[in-house]
């Protein structure tokens, strides 16, 4: 006889990872024209336990189901945020639907990033584009346990004013003096007053003490490669860099191979890695 995932009944609470927990879209923002924020609650009124880094497989019936990175803070509490780009099947579809829709999540799944062993240091955050979304996440969470941190400094860069994500939230952060905010545009729009280049050029904007500061670096894959050198630079040894490979990630949870860069399973391992740990794998960065 098959063996069947045992789901405890009344509460349809599922057991098996294999298995989606049904969830309500409880709001939704357009924050660009291919990013759109869905606030979700778990049916079964539980938080979804998640550390900043993480991501859950959501689920569309009869659609599919695709991996999305956690954007919300796990002190926020009944609810958790996703930020997803219209890319796929699954992400267009998510894109069509509203408050009140019912939804699957699967997880959270990963490796997350050692909120622990930031305690009392400086933090560095250099986020690319979409790389902003998972950072959110920690950078929210570092703002919500203050006093447990040391100096809070946020890079971040997107191609035009018009990419920009969360935008009432980069106002807040513009102006906050629980941190420190620069931003840049690849490109201006003719109304930009900002900083105009790739994020490599606010990094000659800032002082930092290498002995107490940790980069964390999240964007596409071609921004890594510079702004690690970046980091090099300022004197923050390699150890001492943690990045996020959010990409080519499908079932979660180690099984189909998708993921896989030479040894390491991205799902498994990461997507949360120490910069020292992969340097040296190829096609890692």
């Known amino acids: 006889m098959m063996n069947t995932a045992k789901i405890q009944t009344g509460s349809f609470e599922p057991t098996s990872i294999y298995l989606p927990t049904p969830a309500e879209i409880v709001r939704t923002e357009q924050l660009t024209k291919m990013e759109k924020l869905f606030e979700i609650r778990l049916k079964n009124g539980r ?3 998640h550390q900043p880094g993480q991501f859950v497989e959501v689920s569309l019936f009869g659609i599919g189901e695709a991996p999305i990175s956690i954007s919300s803070s796990p002190t926020q509490k009944g ?7 219209a890319v796929g099947n699954v992400t267009k579809a998510l894109h069509s639907l509203n408050s009140g829709a019912s939804l699957g999540i699967r997880g959270p799944f990963g ?4 909120v622990e062993e ?3 240091k400086d933090i ?5 584009g979409i790389g902003l979304v ?3 996440s920690l950078i929210n969470y570092v703002l919500d346990n203050r006093p447990a941190y040391g100096r809070v400094l946020v890079l971040f860069g997107a191609k035009t004013p018009a990419e920009q994500l969360f935008l009432e939230e980069l106002s807040r952060w513009r102006v906050s003096k629980e941190m420190e905010y620069l931003e840049t545009v690849d490109r201006s729009d003719g109304q ?7 994020i490599t050029t606010l990094f000659r904007k800032i002082a930092i003490d290498p002995k107490k500061t940790v980069a964390v670096v999240v964007g596409p894959p071609l921004m890594y490669r510079f702004a690690i050198l970046e ?8 150890d001492r860099i943690i990045v996020s490979l959010e990409r080519r990630m499908k079932c979660g949870v180690g099984k189909c191979g998708h993921c896989q860069i030479n040894n390491l399973y991205v799902c498994q391992e990461g997507p949360v890695f120490n910069y020292a740990k992969i340097k040296d794998v190829k096609d890692a960065i």
């Open 134 to 136: 998972p950072l959110r």
């Open 231 to 238: 980091a090099q630079a300022k004197g923050i040894p390699d």
């Open 192 to 198: 930009w007053q900002g900083n105009v280049g790739v």
């Open 79 to 85: 609810s958790f945020e996703l930020a997803v780009r």
């Open 111 to 114: 490796k997350g990033f050692p």
């Open 118 to 120: 930031l305690k009392g």
């Open 47 to 49: 938080d979804l336990g």
């Open 124 to 128: 560095l955050f250099v986020a690319g």
